[in-house]
């Protein structure tokens, strides 16, 4: 019955009675920076060389990590959490093998991160004191996702431009197969019935909206605060001729106003911050009428824990994937009731490869927009998050909501799957 | 595509913009108690009648209360949480009109319960700091599972005894049909294999276990502390020729042992408490193979609150239904994944409508088992619970977990909802 995950499961490597690697110098000046490393690790399944020389080794090794010298080596001893993606950005570390494999490897021995020093979770814990007012929201967005369609567009799928996950109705799905299907498992979910009306918090370059007004014949208000994709987004339903049914509104989804019979956010609520999930909450809340039902999909994971400290710098910044309990603080205080939730992070980490290997194939024209710098950044980064799906680090939890008194909601979930 | 809920609908009554209820006596002496439970209650939609007098009314009355006399209205107004129950059960106090309409309309009108008044509150806290141990657990269960099966088996379906909610494929499906179908739906979930192994944690009757080793060819190990449960599962699965693959264990679920394919617990978690829920958490980790899944199948809440005090006296000592971020805690502090959860409520409301319809039907056997106090009590039992799944007070829950780490889970739900 069991719908075989044949490629996942070749990124994920061999898992459990591993023997133990071993360090394999004795004399060498940092014995003791390498014995805190590998134990920091928890005994990764890699060769680890350092200036050209072997020094530490383990059996069903997923690759090599090439450590320039033993500088490099005393920074990523330091903070191997910050410093991995770092030092391979600089080109200070190279990974030799499959980078997806070998950093699923090396994540799966990782202790829990409760169980890490105390200083790693101090430092990711600072990170959490941070507030996404509206304009640092702004400024947060601005970094991400501004810095030129034409580069998403090199290596998103080329139907709807989603830089979310997405769902493959089977292994041999396209990318762009499977960012449909997704979009329709979303729309699904809604219940969605032509002449209704949804509100979109976090619309991306507008997919979404437009997949629902051409296909299920609702009108979408769908708000974003990020220009380069608002700009994109009203061009693209201009030039389809779904300007009418479309309304892209370059603004924070605490402005959103009226009332819908259906709410939806798909990849925003990492950049909301704990913190502002009672006001989203409200939001929802307050625009759905009675009888209507919201979806918030979002990265998550299986308990609290810090956003990788090198990808919130770098990457995303103000970011934060919550843990179910936190994903309940958006409902709890707002009188909303959890109809369904669905985990599809093994969709992200295929979703995540996809990307990494288009990404791969347009490197040349990467470069030329940026520097080299920037195209190691962008590699880790899509490699490190495969890695981090693929190995359980991180969830992607779809929520299905709706007001607490609403009866007129599906018994079973069999219409989600009934062939139409 | 929606399944059309008519019958739970026509429990529902009307929501709204009702308008408000009016106090019809402008010199009763008790006019100031009449005054404070309406205020309490919110305007309820009903009628109530003191000592024959009509002293409130409201425009779509679900029906009418009678209240035997002043002093009976003076009980109800000091504490209606606790005193509806008790009331009525004592016959002080009587409900004319459809029963479960009637409290579906009063419970809808509720306030939130952190609305409610302080002292109300800080009472209904109290029973949270009790702790289900080992030996107040057992105490607990033999309050309301060793009552007898003789009257359980009046009143629940006669194919697999269950007292749990039923998951109905069609609003036409008998009592039996859908527990059946209920009992499908959780070894799906499972996706349980012929050969495989299952440890079930409060096994009541022992129905399920019996339905999975007859029909998924399993052997199942099931543990429960009510003597009457397990002496009548054993027989049964005896007479049925099921001894050989499965064992009932009269015995706490803290104390199970071995390594499992499959955990599964239906409806023993309300009798668990919030403390215990790590401890759960870790004996589902401890028994569960690498690649096994467990489903937790409760009654729930969409945010905290303690349980009705009424019904926690007298009915189900010790019992609480958790919110989903509390439900986490069996599975954030032991590295278990959720990979699915199901809000099935309106199956609630409806089996708790045939359970009752068939109690009625039993009326005069339950009287000759025990006297008209018990009768009552067990009617508003049945009446209030179905009235509260009925008004989205009460949820309930399905959730599929497994270990973080294990990607041999499949990709989508499909194989959930395929035809064999």
Known sequence: MKQQSAETLTI???????ARGKILVTDHPQRSLIERLIGLANYPPVEILVAGQRVYTAP??????????????MKLARHPEFQLGELYSNGDLEFEGDIVSLLTAIFQKLPDFSQRPLWIRLLGKLYLLRNNTISRAAHNIHHHYDIGNEFYRLWLDTEAMQ?????????DATLEQAQLAKLDHVCRKLDLQPGQTVAEAGCGWGGL????????????????ISREQVAFAREKAAAEGLADRVEYVLDDYRNLQGEFDAFVSVGMLEHV??????????????????????????IGRNRPAPMNIWTEKHIFPGAYPPSIGQFC????????SVLDVENIRLHYALTLKHWLARFEDNLERV???FDERFVRMWRFYLASSAAAFACGELQLFQFVVSHCQNNDVPMTRNF?????
């Open 416 to 420: 989600l799957y009934r062939k139409d």
């Open 163 to 171: 830089y979310t996950c997405a769902y493959f109705p089977g292994h």
């Open 60 to 73: 069903d090794s997923a690759g090599r990590l090439l450590l320039r010298d033993g500088a490099t080596l």
């Open 273 to 298: 911050g704990v913190k502002n999930y009672p006001a989203l909450g409200q939001v929802i809340r307050g625009c759905l009428k009675p009888e209507g039902r919201a979806l918030v999909h979002s």
């Open 329 to 336: 603080r958006i409902f709890e205080p707002n009188a909303l």
């Open 209 to 224: 909206a437009r997949h629902m007004a051409r296909h299920y014949g609702v009108k979408v208000k769908a708000y974003n």
């Open 12 to 18: 994920t490597g061999a898992l459990g009675d591993q």
């Open 367 to 369: 470069r030329a927009m």
